[in-house]
């Protein structure tokens, strides 16, 4: 089959003001003067918490709790004395007082329903709900909460701040002065320190007595265990000598891909032809992967299938690899593990290191079992993503991270394999650091094996495994992220686990011997050239390898249009729905913690990638790309460029898939974690200027908003879709209306507290027309026809727009 270069198509020339939301619902109280009393007996309580707990400095401010109902006008709680620092849930935000502060405060709730008539902003009053401080079992993270402090004399914990104001602002720079003093003061040993905008951690080393200290400082936001991590490796026989001598290297300007992992021994055989640098950012250690993670990892990213390039023996490196090491080796465990030091600070240096040398796509197979994400804020590493990867326009492709078991409560309670699938969506079982992060990409593992080697040798039962081919791996762990968003977006092979059969009360012990993923040795010595893991860390780098790829073919793409291609081509497996029973889902959806929620989407995202039309297009299945950018409150519109005989009423399967990804600003210090919104829709009408009047803000009274088109043949709704920064959705369309007019509409929308709402927004907008069961279908040249009539027609209204302007 003849294959082509995917089609760009731009944009009409028509923008629109998008129709605004309705204003905010503000509380009003019957009896003002009650709820001032009530509010007035919880200030004194929380006051008075407020005023035990410890401070930098006499001047700290003390930190108090509001709860609310419906809105709160942040930026004028000034007006009563207190000063916002961060929304923690919907209705619960964060607030400093000074002593004139707290008096004023009190004033104010004393007039209320009496004195009101000098209170400015009253509604702010009426909306509280309730007060209290910020205490200590506020300041203690998952970890801390779930596992507690370690039993040991001395011990590491990170500890995070409030991010008052920027970096580098100078009440920011008194703040850490006044805290560092503090420290050394209390002598808790500082290890190290991150100040970023929205994010002012340090890791300190402590006592019991001096962890108590802290959780009841009011200048910390958070304490949290330090991250904890560890893999576990196994190893094949190959003979070194059966491997091919001359492995070509890739071409020089291939692809530049980033493993910042343990490091990677770049003088394995199968991975020398492409490594290019490698540094090393743990101070103790060099370049070379003591642990072998790194290295396997690298493996998987290079090749992909390393078991179906084993089985050709046919090897050929497309990009170069460059090796960033972040990670070392555990003394006790030989596993992976993170550097003593903040690992958020090494890995940003690494970053700005490895963009320098022209790196565009970074995997990271890590992640901190002591955070799960529990559904409010993205914190740590994700928080460090996001921001890296929006201001080097990079990619980064991150792991799940494994779900081992957990003690307490018991999950699963007896056994892998009778309580697979549901342990998957349990509490502990949610992503983990760094995974939750909006702007990377996120992978979760399924099984391609269910044999172990016993399994394979012998007759008898002796280990079972919970999945079959392409159901989620038993150590998958699930999302959602900020505000539902999927996570993960995608899922490749990782491997599987088994239960030990014949061992009384042994079954949730994993066995996993044969079940895993092949890729690279670190240590090659005669045959000892590959190894087996099992782990979303090897899922991770497959999706890397055809980022890496997919980069090779569209040079100039941007990370956004990346993370657009992949998703558009995954699709969910069967295997991974079915792997729920129908009772299962159905309850999953109806539950009010996961109201209106496919179980198989929060394990598996999207999908698996298909590789079939990622890089090139085909008669039958053509793809189309666009990269724009869009104001606050704009709204743009893509006519597709359908021909009729994709568009015909006789009945056959066709498809349509329409993915969007943009990278916006965040900000941890809000629970509308992203500051922008930018989401489309796709729309019938019988011309442009019918359809844009449905969006435009000034003929909103006269029209109605147009419903997506064909929803009850989409796979993903746009209320799900929308709460991410990678959109997608698939319709399969069986009967169509030749001459009908199909639209993208992409519109945008800020938050209020955006600093960057006047810019404009990059986005890419990728589309895939399929007719695969057409085998008449010319699909390539007839949408490269009506590309070319667009663009005359455009050029033409442009012509008409510039002599109407001149006259």
Not at 635 to 663: H, K, M
Request: aromatic share 8%; glycine share 6%; with cysteine.
């Amino acid at each position: 089959m003849a294959t082509y270069k995917h089609l760009s198509i731009a944009r009409e020339v028509l923008d629109n003001s998008r129709r605004t939301k309705n204003p905010p619902h503000f509380v009003t109280r019957e009896d003002r003067r009650g709820h001032g009393q009530k509010l007035n007996a919880y200030f004194a309580t929380a006051e008075g918490q407020a005023r035990k707990q410890i401070g930098s400095t006499v001047n700290s401010p003390y930190v108090l709790k509001l709860k609310y109902d419906g809105a709160l006008t942040f930026s004028n709680l000034s007006t009563h004395g207190l000063e916002f620092v961060s929304q923690e849930d919907k209705q619960l935000c964060v607030v400093f007082a000074t002593e004139a502060g707290l008096a004023k405060f009190a004033d104010h709730l004393r007039k209320l329903g009496v004195m009101e008539a000098a209170l400015t902003y009253r509604q702010i009053l009426e909306a509280i709900a309730g007060v209290e401080a910020w205490s200590a079992e506020d300041r203690m993270s998952w970890a801390l909460t779930n596992i507690g402090l370690p039993d040991t004399p001395s011990f590491k914990l990170d500890v995070e701040l409030w991010p008052v104001h920027v970096a580098n602002h100078p009440s920011r720079i008194l703040l850490t002065n006044a805290f560092e003093a503090w420290l050394a003061g209390e002598h808790i040993k500082r290890l190290d320190k991150i100040n970023l905008d929205s994010l002012l951690m340090y890791r300190v080393e402590v006592t019991p007595a001096q962890a108590q200290l802290l959780l009841n400082h009011r200048d910390v936001r958070l304490v949290d265990l330090i991250p904890a991590t560890g893999i576990s490796v196994q190893q094949l026989n190959r003979d070194i000598n059966e491997l091919p001598r001359n492995i070509p290297s890739p071409p020089g300007d291939a692809a530049r891909v980033c493993i910042l992992d343990s490091g990677i021994n770049g003088n394995h055989p199968l991975l020398k032809p492409a490594m290019a640098e490698s540094a090393s950012f743990v101070d103790e250690e060099g370049e070379a992967d003591e642990a072998g993670h790194g290295t396997a990892v690298a493996g998987v990213a290079l090749y992909g299938d390393v078991e179906a390039c084993n089985n050709s023996n046919f090897w050929r490196p497309e990009f170069w690899l460059f090796n960033g090491k972040v990670m070392k080796k555990c003394p006790h465990t030989g596993d992976a593990v993170y550097d003593e030091l903040s690992l958020e600070a090494s890995l940003a240096k690494a970053v700005e290191h490895f963009v320098e040398l022209g790196c565009r796509i970074f995997n990271l197979s890590l992640g901190n079992n002591n955070a799960p994400y529990d559904g409010a804020h993205v914190r740590g590493l994700a928080y460090i993503l996001d921001v890296l990867s929006r201001r080097h326009n990079i990619l980064f492709v991150v792991s799940t991270g494994n779900f081992c078991g957990s003690e307490n409560p018991p999950v699963p309670i007896n056994s892998w394999r009778d309580e697979y699938p549901e342990y998957l969506v349990a509490e502990q079982s949610a992503i983990i650091d760094p995974a939750p992060a909006m702007t990377v990409l996120t992978v979760g593992s399924i099984s391609r094996h269910n044999a172990t080697f016993d399994s394979q040798k012998h007759p008898e039962i002796n280990q079972l495994s919970p999945a079959s081919e392409n159901q989620p791996s038993p150590f998958t762990r699930h999302g959602p992220s900020v505000k539902g968003a999927l996570k993960p977006e995608l899922v490749a092979p990782g491997g599987n686990l088994a239960s030990p059969m014949r061992q009384a009360k042994a079954q949730w012990a994993p066995h996993m011997r044969g079940l895993g993923v092949l890729t690279l040795n670190h240590q090659v010595v005669g045959n000892t050239v590959f190894k087996e893991v099992s782990g979303t860390s090897l899922a991770a780098p497959y999706i890397t390898h055809l980022a890496g790829r997919l980069l090779n073919e569209y040079p100039t793409a941007s990370a956004n249009l990346l993370r657009a291609m992949l998703v558009n081509q995954a699709y969910l497996p069967d295997e991974v729905t079915s792997s729920f029973s129908e009772e299962f889902r159905k309850g999953y959806k109806e539950a009010k913690a996961t109201l209106n929620r496919d179980v198989a989407r929060d394990v598996a995202g999207y999908g698996v990638v298909s590789e079939a039309d990622l890089f090139r297009s085909s008669d039958n299945v053509v793809v189309l790309m666009s990269e724009e950018s869009i104001e606050n409150d704009g709204c743009q519109f893509f006519e597709l460029p359908l021909p009729d005989d994709y568009l015909r009423s006789a009945r056959g399967t066709r498809e349509l898939s329409i993915t969007l990804a943009y990278s916006p600003v965040v900000r941890t210090t809000r629970i509308e974690y992203l500051a922008t919104q930018i989401n489309y829709r796709l729309v019938i009408g019988t011309s442009l200027d019918e359809v844009q009047k449905h969006f435009n803000q000034e003929l909103k009274a006269e029209t109605e908003v147009l419903k997506e088109a064909k929803s009850t043949n989409r796979d993903i709704s746009a209320q799900l879709r929308n709460h991410g920064t990678v959109q997608s959705s698939r319709w399969t369309l069986r009967q169509c209306r030749p001459g009908e007019k199909w639209f993208v509409v992409v519109v945008r929308q800020d938050r209020d507290w955006n600093p960057s709402a006047a810019e404009k927004e990059s986005y890419a907008l990728v589309v895939t027309v399929a007719d695969r069961d057409n085998e008449h279908a010319q699909l390539y040249t007839q949408i490269q026809e009506r590309i070319a009539q667009q663009a005359v027609v455009r050029e033409q209204q442009k012509a008409v727009a510039r002599l109407q302007n001149r006259g």
